[in-house]
C-alpha cells in the first residue's frame, strides 16, 4: 500500500498529523515523497533530499507484548540493509551504526528516524538511490556510484516487503534474536564509535556491542 506525494515538508510530519486527527494509518501503509523541503534527521538535523531517492514513512501499530518500541530503530535498520545488499558489489558491503544509520565503509547511504504518536511508531526512511546529499561533518554516498540507481518505486516495494518479514520476526523472536542478527550486520566490536547528544556534545569510545534493551 503506498501513497506517493510530489513535494511535501516531511512524510513523518505528515502522517504524525493523520494519525493525531485520528485517520486510519493500517500497518503496512506507506507515503512516499518525490520531495521533500522539511526532511528531518535524527537529533533535528536537516535532511536534504534529492530527487530519485527514497523518502517514505510507515506507522507500526504498537501491541501489548510487542518488544521495545526504541527497538523498532534496530528492525528498521536490518530491513533497510538487506533491500541495499543486492544492489552494493563486492568487496564493499553494507554496515549498520548504532542507532539508526547504513553505512558503506565510512559514508552514510541511509538514515531512520522514530517518532511516537500515541500507540503507534512512524518508522521515516531516507536512502540515497541516485543522489547524496551534503551533511556537514559527514562523508556521504549513494547507490548509484555502484552502478544504476535504482528505481525509487521497484525499491520501496522491495523496502516494504522487508520491513515486514523483520516486524515478524521482531514480534515472534523478541529482542535476543533482533539484537543477534543486528550486531552480526553492524560494524565491529572494537570499532572506535562518537556518538552525538542532544546537547551537542559528542561521546567517544569504543563500540563493545548493545544491551539487552538496544541501547549502546
Known amino acids: 500500500m503506498f501513497e506517493t506525494l510530489r513535494v511535501t515538508g516531511s512524510t513523518n510530519a505528515d502522517l504524525a498529523a493523520r494519525l493525531s486527527a485520528g485517520e486510519p494509518v493500517p500497518e503496512g501503509f506507506w507515503l512516499l515523497a518525490d520531495r521533500q523541503n522539511a526532511g528531518r534527521g535524527r537529533l ?8 530519485g531517492n527514497f523518502m517514505g514513512s510507515t506507522a507500526v501499530a504498537l501491541r501489548p507484548y510487542d518488544p521495545h518500541a526504541g527497538s523498532l530503530a534496530l528492525v528498521a535498520g536490518l530491513a533497510v540493509q538487506q533491500a541495499v545488499t543486492p544492489l552494493i558489489p563486492p568487496p564493499h558491503m553494507p554496515l549498520l551504526k548504532w542507532p539508526n544509520d547504513v553505512l558503506v565503509g565510512a559514508a552514510k547511504l541511509a538514515g531512520i528516524l522514530l517518532e511516537r504518536v500515541g500507540d503507534h511508531v512512524i518508522v521515516g526512511i ?6 547524496a546529499p551534503q551533511i556537514e561533518g559527514r562523508e556521504t554516498c549513494a547507490l548509484s556510484r555502484f552502478g544504476p540507481a535504482p528505481d525509487r518505486d521497484d525499491f520501496a516495494a522491495s523496502l516494504a516487503e522487508h520491513l515486514a518479514q523483520e516486524l515478524t520476526r521482531w514480534r515472534r523472536f523478541g529482542m535476543e534474536a533482533l539484537l543477534a542478527r543486528w550486531q552480526s550486520a553492524a560494524h565491529p566490536l572494537g570499532t572506535p564509535l562518537s556518538v552525538s547528544q542532544s546537547d551537542g556534545s559528542k561521546i567517544n569510545g569504543i563500540f563493545s556491542g548493545l544491551d539487552a534493551t538496544g541501547a549502546l
Open 44 to 51: 533535528g538535523r536537516v535532511w536534504d533530499d534529492g530527487l
Open 126 to 131: 531516507g536512502v540515497n538511490l541516485a543522489h
